[in-house]
C-alpha cells in the first residue's frame, strides 16, 4: 500500500472510533450522573 | 448507591450487546484491513466498510425514532417520547459519521471535502433536520408538548430517508450508485469486500441497540428528575 494512503485511511478510522468509543464513556458517564446520582 | 442498584444501571444485556459489539467489530477491522483493494478505489474503499455501515444503521435509528414517536402518540407514555430522542441521537451521531467518512473518502478521490452535488445535499438536509429536531426539543419547556412536537418531527423527519438513499438514481451526478442496490437487487462489490463491509454493519448495529439502550436510561433518569423538580 501507498504508506502515506495507509496513514490517511488508518487516521480516518482512528478519528471513527474515537468518536464511536467517545460518545459510548459520555453515555456511561452520563448514566453514573442521571440514574446513580 | 448499592452494587445492585448500579448492576440494574448498566444490566447483563448491556454488558452482553458490548462484547458481542467489540468482537463482531474487531472481526470486521481484520476483514476490512485484508480485503483486496479496489481496482479504481484502491486502498481508499476501506474507508467505504464503515461509511456505508453508519449510513445505514442512521437510516434504521431514524426509523426506530418514528416507530417510538407513532407508539407516544398512541399510548401517551413518556418512555416512548425518552426511546424516540435517543434513537435520533444516536442517528444523529452515525450520520455524523457518515459525512465524516464521506468527506476523507472524497477529499482524494474527487478532489474536495465536500460539493452541493444532489446525494451530499440531501445528506446534509437530512442531518440539519435531526439537528432542528434537538432544537426544537430545547425550545419547548412543557413536557408533554415537547414530546408531541417532537414525536411529529421524528415522523415528518424519515421522509427525507428515501429521498436521500434515491438521489443517485433520480438525479445521477459523481456521487457513486448504491453499494447494495435494493432497486436493482444488485451488490456492487467482490464478495470479500461485501463481507468486510456486512460484518462492520452487522458491529454498528450492535454498537447502536448498545447506545439505544444506554441513551434511553439516561433520558428516562433525567424526564424522572424533571417531574421531581416540578
Not at chain 2, 450520520?95 to 445535499?121: D, H, I, N, Q
Not at chain 2, 442531518?127 to 418531527?153: N, S, V, W
Request: proline content about 3%; some cysteine; hydrophobic content about 55%.
Amino acid at each position: 500500500m501507498n504508506s502515506s494512503l495507509g496513514v490517511f485511511v488508518t487516521a480516518v478510522y482512528a478519528a471513527t472510533f474515537v468518536l464511536i468509543f467517545g460518545y459510548g464513556a459520555y453515555l456511561l458517564w452520563r448514566l453514573g450522573v442521571e440514574c446513580e446520582g | 448507591m448499592n452494587r445492585a442498584t448500579r448492576k440494574s444501571v448498566f444490566d447483563t444485556v448491556d454488558a452482553v450487546l458490548l462484547a458481542a459489539g467489540l468482537l463482531v467489530l474487531a472481526a470486521g477491522q481484520y476483514l476490512a484491513f485484508t480485503a483486496p483493494p479496489d481496482v479504481q478505489q484502491h486502498y481508499l474503499i476501506r474507508i467505504l466498510y464503515v461509511h456505508v455501515g453508519a449510513a445505514w444503521t442512521a437510516y434504521l435509528a431514524f426509523f426506530v425514532a418514528m416507530f417510538y414517536a407513532v407508539l407516544y402518540l398512541w399510548k401517551q407514555d413518556p418512555a416512548y417520547d425518552c426511546l424516540s430522542a435517543a434513537s435520533a441521537e444516536v442517528g444523529l451521531l452515525f450520520m455524523a459519521l457518515t459525512l465524516f467518512g464521506g468527506m476523507m473518502w472524497a477529499r482524494p478521490t474527487w478532489g474536495v471535502y465536500w460539493t452541493w452535488e444532489p446525494k451530499l445535499t440531501t445528506s446534509a438536509i437530512l442531518t440539519a433536520f435531526y439537528i432542528g429536531y434537538f432544537l426544537l426539543r430545547q425550545a419547548i419547556e412543557d413536557p408533554e408538548f415537547r414530546a408531541k412536537a417532537a414525536a411529529a418531527a421524528a415522523i415528518l423527519g424519515v421522509v427525507n430517508i428515501p429521498i436521500n438513499y434515491m438521489s443517485v438514481y433520480w438525479w445521477r451526478s459523481i456521487h457513486q450508485t448504491a453499494t447494495f442496490d435494493i432497486i436493482n437487487r444488485k451488490v456492487h462489490m467482490d464478495s470479500p469486500m461485501v463481507l468486510a463491509m456486512l460484518v462492520n454493519l452487522v458491529a454498528i448495529n450492535i454498537i447502536y441497540v448498545l447506545f439505544l439502550r444506554l441513551k434511553g436510561k439516561v433520558a428516562r433518569c433525567a424526564a424522572q428528575k424533571e417531574d421531581w423538580d416540578e
